[in-house]
């Protein structure tokens, strides 16, 4: 990712003017957006390969063109860079100021021009890749702001939205520009019960409130209890499901080698056992209001189920993106077929209307950054016993999906490495009556 994403006042560039960047991705400047304010690099021709952070391969070609300097590439490697805890004790900063820094995620990030050579390096903080206004900060105001003598200046903040029904909602994104997002389908949803922040020992200068909290759009790989995001710890990934393909998909002589080059795996793993780096995001908002409006429980039994809000207990909110750089298009990221698990389809994932981009692990928090807006649902938010995203829908039980059925009766035979997998009240309903 490149660009950072807010709701604010026009930058420099004119509104509408779109670029291309040799990474393969592109952006537009727009009146609203929060844009990179890049040095420029003339050439004659130029052919970029490059991977972005949701793993796409491009290639593209530059002719006599200015091209922004996201050609530059990262040296992350310590044979080139000084490592930020030895830069910042050559300044002077305690050992324990210098413990929480990079506790708290902040590293040394250099960049080169690869025609002129030139080198450069800048602090940027995991939680937000490479954005420019979020994790790209100059070394000397770094210091003097873990001193606590140096503020950056604030970011515009984001555009907030209050919803008392359905059709509140929908007014809100029908404003013309959110109404063309819809349609090319490059405006995603997040439905949440409540707010959710974290707060580290030396917050992200631009980030943070005035108490040192972030708000947190993070997978749930990434998530953390506790006081203080710590990146000393490190994320523990569970795969539950990878010995048991053979059962999964048992027409595939060859799913072994096919699971490599499947994201089905990922996928599943996600909604319906473990968390993963993968993102929920929506594509359609009536998925983002369920989540926005029942809250996950567990009964005495070890059950699960969903618990509609009270009218005038809501705290949801529902956060609405455009992710620019790589940008999150329904026609690449919606999941409506599955390469590897054809036999048993996963109906719940087709049922959320979603899409699953993956976060990497120094970009923790960067689906913040492309936030267009954020709808906070009034305390009566009406929902009308019409919608049609009931728990049972959204979960569907044991018959209706067959991919939850086959694993239901896996875990029936082999109950510890599958007890991530979760089992609804209503799961084996209809089985039992029948």
Known sequence: MIADRSTGQPQTQPAGQRFRNPWGASYIVAGHSDFLQLPVIKADSLLCYSMDSFGHVSARRKSSAEIPHPCL??????????????LLAANNIPPDLID????????????????????????????????????????????????????????????????????????????PRRAHYRTEGSLTFRGQ??????????????????????????PGLYRQQGDYYSFKSEPQQ????????????????????????????????????????????????????FFATNKFRWNTAG????????????????????FRDPPVKKTQYFIETFDLFKTYPPLRVLRQDCGLPLIGPEERNIALTDIDCIIRLHA???????FRKTPEYMFPDA???????????????????????????WARRVRQDT
């Open 399 to 425: 018959d209706t999906d067959p991919f939850y059925g086959k694993l239901l009766q896996l875990k029936d035979r082999f109950p510890r490495p599958l007890e991530p997998v979760v089992e609804y009240e």
């Open 380 to 386: 009566d938010f009406l929902l009308p016993e019409t």
């Open 303 to 322: 059950r699960a189920y969903y618990e509609s809000v009270r009218r005038g207990e809501h705290e949801g909110l529902i956060f609405c993106f455009r």
């Open 238 to 289: 569970q795969r539950s499901f990878t010995r048991y393909l053979s059962y999964l998909e048992p027409n595939n002589p060859e799913v072994w080698i096919d699971s490599s080059f499947a994201y089905d795996i990922m996928r599943t793993e996600q909604h319906y056992a473990t968390q993963t780096a993968g993102l929920d995001l929506a594509f359609e908002i009536d998925t983002a209001i």
């Open 73 to 86: 590439r990262f040296m992350n490697s310590k044979n080139y860079i000084e490592p930020l805890d030895a």
């Open 100 to 175: 929480a820094v990079i506790d708290s995620g902040f590293y040394m990030r250099g960049w080169v021009e690869p025609f002129s050579g030139r080198t450069w390096q800048s602090v940027s903080d995991a939680m937000y890749g490479n954005k420019q206004f979020s994790s790209s900060f100059n070394i000397d105001d770094f210091i003097k702001y873990v001193r606590g003598d140096y503020a950056f200046p604030a970011l515009h903040p984001f555009t907030y939205y209050e919803a008392k029904s359905i059709d509140d909602i929908q007014e809100i994104l029908s404003e």
């Open 193 to 218: 019960t409540s707010e959710h922040k974290y707060k580290r020992r030396i917050a992200n200068p631009v980030r943070a409130d005035k108490d040192g909290r972030e708000i947190s759009i993070l």
